[in-house]
């Protein structure tokens, strides 16, 4: 495996655990969820991060779990990120979520064998 996938999946283990517990215990995260109009699925959305993060590190054991983390954390942030557009945040405020996203289908391409290590 390449330095780039070890650093992007580490980078996106550390981000979602940090952003999952914010989710379920940091208050400004409550707030944010309400702006979004959907404050029902904040813990949700928090435990699906976490859950994502250990899936990515389990990954490192179980190759086949970073297919459905990386699938899953990528169809999250998809979802980040058309959230982040209809309530017409900037795009500074929607680029972290295109990021994460961009990275966790990196992850998921490489590991699947679509993306190959440059020579």
Sequence with gaps: M??????L??????????????C?????????????G???YRRLTG???ILGAV???AGYVLPGVTL???AGLAILMLLGTATR???RDTPMQTLPAVVLLLVNAFIFLYTAGVVQPAA
């Design 85 to 87: 557009i209809r309530v």
């Design 2 to 7: 390449t330095l780039a996938y070890h650093i």
């Design 24 to 36: 379920l215990f940091f208050d400004g995260m409550v707030e944010e969820f309400e702006r979004y």
């Design 47 to 49: 435990s699906l991060e």
């Design 55 to 57: 899936g990515l590190m």
């Design 68 to 70: 459905l983390a990386s």
């Design 9 to 22: 999946t580490i980078l996106s283990i550390g981000l979602f655990l940090f952003y999952g517990f914010a």
């Design 38 to 40: 959907l404050s029902r």
